[in-house]
């Protein structure tokens, strides 16, 4: 296959760059330049300076999890939660009844954000050693925080943020993933997540009962199967085929399981009694 011209792919990277910007100065919805920047290539570093200039979070954080920046992943969540938290304070000041209702549509959009992104990132990283996460657990908590303080919307988070916990955990030993779940939440929700972590429990030792019981099995048919070959090798007949006599001096035994005494076989060479040449 034809390799693409140099001069060709750095021309498009410089129009993609283009289109992302121009995308930020007509304010058009950031998932726009986020689908341009999964599906382009694009000079990543230049895409972030864009994405800072103009306070785009989200992009930040897909371009970081795209170069397996954990550290700033999390530090990127941890900084959109407190910013969320500080406006859910605002909102509740606030005595305009129309300017409560912008921001509250301006939070649940944030909220959303933030919970997806995580939501992301717990799958392409899969953190072996979560509870050492200080950065992830202060997210998760952050993000409990915004939902007991949303009552309106507090169910329809609640599957969501299980649903993040339960990948969070899904690598990690179930001491540690308890251990993970106190830290980062407490009351009904924390009995759910515990809930969802016993039967994730339960689901891997069943798969493992049913791994290992074909594994069993695979091992009884090949023991099987080598014992079958061994018994070609085997003298199966306490007398020779020839003088039905004990064997007590020098033998020949055959792959076919006939034994002979060496005086009594003529033929060095085959089985008399299989080749139908006993007399």
């Given at each position: 296959?034809?390799e ?5 792919q ?33 000079d990543?570093?230049k895409?972030?300076?864009?994405a800072?200039?103009?306070k ?14 954990i ?53 392409t ?18 993000c ?15 599957k ?24 980062i939440t407490e ?40 014992n079958k ?46 080749n139908?040449?006993?007399?």
């Open positions: 296959m034809n693409v011209n140099p001069i060709i750095r021309n498009m990277r410089c129009i993609v760059m283009k289109v992302i910007e121009s995308c930020y100065e007509m304010k058009k919805d950031t998932t726009e330049i986020r689908q341009i920047i999964d599906r382009k290539t694009c990543m570093d895409v972030i300076e864009l800072l200039k103009y785009d979070e989200r992009t930040i954080l897909m371009i970081r999890r795209k170069k397996g920046e550290k700033e992943c999390f530090r990127n969540l941890q900084s959109r939660s407190i910013t969320c938290l500080n406006e859910i304070d605002k909102q509740n000041q606030n005595q305009n009844e129309e300017e409560r209702k912008e921001k509250e549509e301006e939070i649940t959009k944030m909220y959303e954000g933030i919970m997806e992104d995580l939501k992301e990132v717990s799958e990283f899969r953190l072996r050693d979560i509870t050492r996460n200080e950065e992830c657990v202060e997210v998760m908590k952050r409990n925080e915004i939902m007991k303080r949303r009552n309106e919307c507090y169910e329809e988070y609640k969501v943020y299980r649903e993040i916990v339960e990948i969070e955990i899904s690598n990690i030993p179930i001491k540690e993933g308890i251990e993970f779940c106190c830290k009351g009904v929700l924390l009995r759910m997540v515990l809930s969802d972590l016993i039967k994730q429990s339960q689901s891997k030792l069943t798969m493992y009962k049913t791994l290992q019981m074909i594994s069993n099995e695979q091992l009884n048919q090949t023991i099987q199967q080598h070959e061994l018994k070609k090798g085997i003298i199966t007949t306490k007398e020779c085929v020839v003088c039905h006599k004990e064997k007590d001096e020098l033998i020949n035994v055959f792959g076919c399981g006939h034994s002979y005494h060496s005086t009594c076989l003529k033929s060095s060479g085959i089985c008399l009694e299989c139908h040449l006993m007399t």
